[in-house]
Every structure is written in C-alpha cells, then in structure tokens.
C-alpha cells in the first residue's frame, strides 16, 4: 500500500466538525478497515477536536486547529495540532464508563478507536497522535 498523506487547517468553530468528519471518512475509505472501525475511528477524532475547541481554546471560535492524516505501510497516522492551553497528561483520564453523567466519554471513545493515544506538550499547545495498525 502506498503512503498517502492528507493535512487540513480549520478554525475552532464546531461548525467546522462535519467538514473534518468527512475528510477523515474519505481518507479512511483508502484502506482495508471495517465500516465499524472506520466510523469508531471519526468519532474518535471528533471528539479529540470537540476537546480541543472545549479545552484548549476555551470554546474560541477562532484559533487553529491543523489535522495530518498519514497512510503507511501498517498503519494510519492522526495528528491533530492545536496552539492552546495545555493539560498535564496525567489530567487526561476518562472518567468510568459506567458513570452516568454527560462528559468525560471521549478520552475512552478516543483509547477505543486507536490503538496508541500520545499527547506530545509543544512549546506552544499540544500534538495528538492517534494511531491505527492495519491488520
């Protein structure tokens, strides 16, 4: 398989969301996941932005958010890039899965879809790289 690679820019506003969903759905038709792991695989990216956009820009409409799709020979690479206020790691938990409360599900939507989650601290905001291994 030959790697391919796609990088969007958008700002922080959550209309923006249906946008990014579907360049990440087009990109992800390109390789040999399941409708499930696919769909999984949007979410998951929906969700980091959506944290991105609640979090680190403090619901800014205006700040920007950069996105790398990265097709290799084994797997997909995500990188979301964001210029915000950063989260020590060690803050990142999801809550319980069994909590019923609204908030807190993405970090384990995001851990389900991927199969490495690695928050890198910039000098300026936070690097996420999400990665997928092909079968």
């Given at each position: 398989m030959k790697k391919t690679k796609k990088k969007i820019e958008f700002s922080s506003h959550s209309g923006n969301l249906a946008l990014m969903r579907n360049c990440v759905r087009r990109f992800l038709e390109n390789f040999p996941f399941s409708e499930r792991q696919r769909a999984l695989m949007v979410l998951g990216v929906d969700e980091a932005c959506t944290n991105i956009i609640r979090h680190a820009y403090q619901?800014?409409?205006?700040?920007?958010?950069?996105?790398?799709?990265?097709?290799?020979?084994?797997?997909?690479?995500?990188?979301?890039?964001?210029?915000?206020?950063?989260?020590?790691?060690?803050?990142?938990?999801?809550?319980?899965?069994?909590?019923?409360?609204?908030?807190?599900?993405?970090?384990?939507?995001?851990?389900?879809?991927?199969?490495?989650?690695?928050?890198?601290?910039?000098?300026?905001g936070t690097e996420l790289v999400l990665t997928k291994n092909l079968e």
């Open positions: 619901l800014r409409e205006d700040q920007p958010i950069s996105l790398c799709l990265e097709g290799k020979s084994d797997a997909v690479c995500v990188r979301l890039r964001d210029y915000g206020k950063k989260a020590p790691p060690e803050t990142m938990q999801s809550r319980p899965a069994d909590l019923i409360k609204p908030g807190g599900l993405g970090l384990h939507f995001i851990r389900h879809a991927f199969d490495q989650v690695d928050y890198i601290l910039r000098r300026r």
